[in-house]
Nanobody, 125 residues
């Protein structure tokens, strides 16, 4: 089975930066797409950014465009999310997810098969 491990979360002042990492592993790991999702207390899980493993086409939530950058290292099976200009509204648990077969909509959480344990991100004012 695929295992995803996130790291890099923390507490940062508004306007600061964090970089999240997600390392994927498994005997036969293969990915069509990977994404970063977040969930704040009392709110639905939402896609922050996602990327197709080959080709690098991306999706970004409107509220993070220009501030966050998703990238991947195919050799190391690692996904990154560079988060700049953090806002209090970005506070949430951030999850890494992957799917190993075709999907059309990168932003739909229901289409992902495997999830990490999450890492807390807090943007303080």
């Amino acid at each position: 089975q695929v295992q995803l491990v996130e790291s890099g979360g923390g507490l940062v002042q508004a306007g600061g930066s964090l970089r999240l990492s997600c390392v994927a592993s498994g005997p036969t790991f293969s990915s069509y797409a990977m994404g970063w999702f977040r969930q704040a207390p009392g709110k639905e899980r939402e896609c922050v950014a996602a990327i197709r493993w080959s080709g690098g086409s991306t999706y970004y939530r409107d509220s993070v465009k220009g501030r966050f950058t998703i990238s991947r290292d195919n050799t190391r099976n690692t996904l990154y999310l560079q988060m700049n200009s953090l806002k209090p509204e970005d506070t949430a648990v951030y999850y890494c997810a992957t799917r190993d077969s075709y999907l059309i909509l990168l932003w739909r959480s229901e289409e992902y098969d495997y999830w990490g344990q999450g890492t807390q991100v807090t943007g303080s004012s």
